[in-house]
């Protein structure tokens, strides 16, 4: 993976778009409890 600390970078915002929209999928997959609370206990 890319990744750039210069925002000018186009390497930079590719990484922040594509982290973006990784983090909505993830929010939109329904979870089934048994992995919340393993997320919360470990």
């Not at 993976?1 to 909505?24: F, H």
């Not at 979870?31 to 470990?42: E, N």
């Amino acid at each position: 993976m890319l990744y750039a600390d210069d925002p000018s970078d186009l390497d930079y915002w590719i990484y922040k778009q594509r982290s973006v929209w990784r983090d909505m999928k993830r929010r939109q997959m329904p979870a089934p409890p048994g992995a919340l609370l393993r997320r919360v206990r470990p």
